[in-house]
């Protein structure tokens, strides 16, 4: 069965402050998708990014940077220099793959950030 | 482009009612998801249609059932609803043309059983 754990619940910082929020997974597949989702208080659910297991390759966009290491099963994000309006609930979700009619995604319990003016 | 769209947005039923909620695919898009997120935790997998059939389903009972239509829309259905049913609600839609690996989310109905 897969699972995906955000450890830290709640996170608060000052504004310009970098911020990382960790995830960790479980699953059995050899090839699977991870993805963070940022969820403002809307409830709308946006996508931010995604990782395929073949790519260990860490990227920067923008602001955002991720680190995936197989090795550890970790899947971590970065927020450089935030924001108030990257005040939301994030969470990292993992994606079995199977095949064209879509994939089921498995989500972690989610880690609140607040950002301060 | 139109995004995924959800109606309703709001909800109030009390506890043994059925209630149906909607869901309208993002232009070309032919799988939708529905998710379940009570307070404060992530969301569940409920069940997945593709071509107007059920492909997938997650550790909801029977009574969770749903629908899509050959213009891919789709509707959840939940009989005999529970307070522990109260929830956000969110449908998402996903295109052959990505493998069917990214989804698109809607803004979700908030279902509220007294």
Not at chain 2, 5 to 20: A, C, E, W, Y
Not at chain 2, 45 to 71: D, H, K, V
Request: glycine share 8%.
């Amino acid at each position: 069965a897969q699972k995906v754990t955000q450890a830290q619940t709640e996170i608060s910082v000052v504004e310009k402050e970098d911020v990382t929020l960790d995830c960790v997974y479980e699953t059995r597949d050899t090839t699977y998708y991870l993805f963070w989702y940022k969820q403002p208080p809307s409830g709308e659910l946006v996508f931010l990014i995604r990782r395929n297991s073949f790519d260990e390759q860490n990227e920067i966009s923008g602001r955002y940077s991720w680190n995936f290491q197989k090795s550890t099963s970790s899947f971590n994000f970065t927020i450089t220099a935030s924001q108030v309006v990257d005040s939301a609930v994030y969470f990292c979700a993992l994606s079995e793959v199977r095949g064209n009619a879509g994939n089921m995604l498995t989500f972690g319990g989610g880690t609140r950030l607040m950002v301060k003016p | 482009e139109t995004g995924v769209t959800q109606s309703p947005t709001h909800l109030i039923k009390t506890r043994g009612q059925q209630v149906t909620l909607r869901c309208s695919s993002q232009s070309g898009h032919n799988t939708v998801s529905w998710y379940q997120q009570a307070l404060g935790q992530g969301p569940q997998f409920i069940f997945q249609y593709y071509r107007e059939e059920e492909n997938g389903r997650g550790n909801f009972p029977p009574r969770f059932s749903g629908l899509q239509f050959p213009n891919y829309s789709s509707e959840l259905n939940v009989n005999a609803l529970e307070l522990d049913d109260s929830a956000l609600y969110l449908c998402a839609s996903s295109t052959p043309a990505s493998g069917a690996i990214e989804q698109f989310f809607g803004p979700g109905t908030r279902l509220t059983v007294l």
